[in-house]
């Protein structure tokens, strides 16, 4: 029987353990990201990651490039303890020439595959069904999160698994797509309660839909260039509003309380309190007594926090080439779905990095950056 084997299975293996990891962390096994298996995966995708680089032959030009990103990466781990920013560079770095597709429909399928198994353990008893009392600010819910560590963990997972659903059919979108799309966001919205993901995905899979109209489509092209920007400083207004009060008027009630369901309070003020540091620092919960809440769900202060200012640049650098070449592409489907998640990042702060961020890999479009010679197929015989 003769095996064949290429340098493109060390991409496949390095992703599925990159996924299956940050599945890993998002369900509700106690201290599961402190864990020995946790930490065998970890390392075991950095290995794997290393065999294909030096396998895989590099131009001066991207050796140069890829080796800083990569540096940024290791720094920002060295100081802040957080492996985001490096597993991030390195599943856009190492990507094979026109596999972004290959490499989407595997992740489709196993994060599918992983969604059904944590949901179905949650059932029978093996995982917490987490049932939570969810404060929405005018009124409070019950929610349940199947065997994830929190309702919208499970509702930002599933809603992540239909957008990527609905990217890899976008040449081909009917309306059973949208039906089936619109179904499992309801369901979502049924257990979890939670209200970002689902109005999220409702106003992706409807722009999704509109954006066969050529005034849609035009429109939403003209904007991607400079939507990261935009919502940045949606961000950095709303923060001013509600600084300039601490929170008490009327109109930063609202932004804070109406359509943040107070993030941007406890965003502000982790800038007040956590230091921001050049390549990142760990957040050190412990300042806080035990009757303050703070949780800090703005993925934007966290990149910032975590992984300092380098870090933040870096992701910003690596967002605006996204948007530049899917724009130059005229995937407008895909447009839609950065912008989603852009915003997304807003409210959540488990969407900057390329476990729950598939976009990040939308790089690959860039056919000039991932031009590489490979070295002979090597096959082996067992």
């Not at 019950?142 to 659903?165: C, E, K, R, W």
């Not at 933040?312 to 989603?340: A, C, N, P, S």
Request: glycine share 8%; hydrophobic share 50%; charged share 15%.
């Amino acid at each position: 029987m003769r095996v064949k084997f290429n340098i493109e299975s060390l991409y496949k293996i390095f992703i599925f353990l990159l996924i299956a990891m940050y599945m890993l962390e998002a369900t509700s096994i106690p201290n599961v990201n402190n864990s020995l298996f946790h930490d065998v995966i970890q390392y075991s995708a950095l290995l794997v990651a290393i065999i294909y680089i030096v396998i895989r032959k590099y131009s001066n030009k991207e050796l140069i490039r890829n080796s800083f990103l990569v540096l940024i990466g290791i720094l920002c781990y060295v100081s802040s303890g957080f492996s985001g920013l490096l597993m991030t560079v390195l599943a856009i770095i190492l990507m094979p020439n026109n596999y972004l597709e290959i490499i989407l429909k595997m992740i489709l399928k196993e994060e599918t595959i992983l969604f059904g198994i944590i949901v179905i353990f949650s059932l029978v008893g093996v995982l917490d069904m987490g049932g939570v009392k969810i404060n929405k600010g005018s009124y409070i819910t019950d929610g349940v999160s199947l065997g994830f560590t929190h309702p919208n963990m499970l509702t930002a997972q599933g809603t992540s698994i239909i957008l990527l659903y609905l990217c890899l059919n976008k040449d081909k979108l009917k309306t059973r797509h949208y039906i089936v799309s619109l179904m499992c966001e309801i369901i979502l919205f049924v257990f979890s309660k939670g209200r970002t993901s689902f109005f999220l995905g409702i106003f992706a899979i409807i722009l999704i839909g509109m954006s066969k109209m050529n005034i849609i489509k035009k429109i939403i092209l003209k904007f991607l260039p400079f939507a990261y920007v935009t919502i940045l400083g949606v961000l950095i207004f709303c923060m001013f509003i509600y600084a300039r009060d601490n929170g008490t008027s009327t109109i930063s009630g609202l932004i804070n309380d109406g359509f943040f369901n107070g993030r941007i309070g406890l965003a502000y003020r982790s800038l007040l309190v956590y230091p921001i540091t050049i390549f990142g620092k760990a957040i050190d919960t412990s300042i806080w007594n035990q009757y303050q809440y703070y949780s800090l769900d703005n993925g934007q202060v966290m990149v910032l926090l975590e992984y300092g200012i380098v870090g933040f640049l870096t992701y910003f650098y690596i967002i605006q080439i996204i948007l530049k070449e899917v724009k130059k592409k005229e995937e407008v489907v895909w447009g839609i779905t950065i912008i989603v998640f852009i915003i997304w990042s807003m409210y959540e702060g488990t969407m900057y990095f390329i476990g729950k961020n598939f976009v990040f890999l939308f790089l690959g479009l860039n056919k000039n950056s991932m031009i590489v010679n490979l070295k002979k197929e090597k096959k082996y015989d067992s």
